[in-house]
């Protein structure tokens, strides 16, 4: 009997690690990837930037800047008119890679093109976190 009660608590404090490491993976991270991009090109900038931790690091020529609305405050100075993105944004060559069961860092192009402009790329770098339930940016490092 003692034997049976020590399985059961195992089982008990064991089970939630199990489903936590199966609720999540950082192949999910392509397809936000893609989400934020059509946000971008549907002038959704709010939802560009929902992946977004509140205190996310964002690398510019300046600097950095950190949290989620002084990143869009940034986006929205550069790249946006009138509530409109100046130019419409893909990315490419997307490679992920897990740290772990809840950490990931990603690597790929970015291109802005369309809009009457010269289309423009660079590369990134994001740093990704499974945190309250889903995967969020939590530095961007975009040259």
């Known amino acids: 009997m003692r034997l049976l009660l020590l ?3 195992a089982a ?5 690690s199990a489903v936590r490491a199966q609720a999540h993976s950082a192949d999910d991270i392509p397809a936000l990837l893609q989400g934020i991009a059509d946000a971008w090109n549907e002038g ?8 977004y931790s509140d205190s996310a690091g964002f690398m510019t020529g300046r600097g950095p800047i950190y949290g989620r609305q002084q990143t869009a405050d940034a986006l929205e100075r ?3 008119r009138d509530g409109a993105p100046l130019q419409q944004l893909r990315f490419e060559q997307i490679v992920v890679h897990p740290l ?3 950490h990931a860092y990603v690597t790929g192009r970015f ?3 369309g809009g009457g402009m010269e289309e ?6 994001t740093i990704w976190a499974w945190m309250d339930g ?3 940016t939590i530095h961007d490092h975009s040259s």
């Open 12 to 16: 008990l404090v064991l089970a939630p």
């Open 111 to 113: 291109i802005l093109y």
């Open 120 to 125: 423009s790329s660079g590369w990134y770098t």
């Open 44 to 51: 959704d900038l709010a939802g560009h930037v929902a992946v």
């Open 78 to 80: 550069s790249f946006f």
């Open 134 to 136: 889903r995967w969020q």
């Open 7 to 9: 399985a059961f608590l």
């Open 100 to 102: 772990g069961p809840d």
